[in-house]
């Protein structure tokens, strides 16, 4: 099983990122998809969630209405669209999935996203 994520980076405050997260070893489709956050010093924190089919979306206060999950199951992917980037957002973005909406089976490796001008 692997979890690959990309798209982290530098960003000025209010720019934008696209995160990406490619799935093999397990049946995609089927797993809830996550992408959680921990900044240094921090507890880690559930960014957002999207069920199987796509249809249902789950997001952390702190970034409902700036970040948007979605994904491409022909693709075995999930992405995190973050606009109007904050410092706060300065953190490890993880991908993870699991078989409930409130644990994960497997997790990703991270890519760093820092929002610094």
């Known amino acids: 099983v692997q979890l690959v994520e990309s798209g982290g980076g530098l960003v000025q405050p209010g720019g934008s990122l696209r995160l990406s997260c490619v799935a093999s070893g397990f049946t995609f489709s089927r797993y809830i998809m996550m992408w959680y956050r921990q900044a240094p010093g921090k507890e880690r924190e559930l960014v957002a969630r999207?069920?199987?089919?796509?249809?249902?979306?789950n997001y952390a206060d702190s970034v409902k209405g700036r970040f948007t999950i979605s994904r491409d199951n022909a693709k075995n992917t999930v992405y995190l669209q973050m606009n109007s980037l904050k410092p706060e957002d300065t953190a490890v973005y993880y991908c993870a999935a699991g078989t409930t909406w409130v644990a994960y089976d497997y997790w990703g490796q991270g890519t760093q996203v820092t929002v610094s001008s």
């Open positions: 999207i069920a199987t089919t796509g249809r249902v979306t």
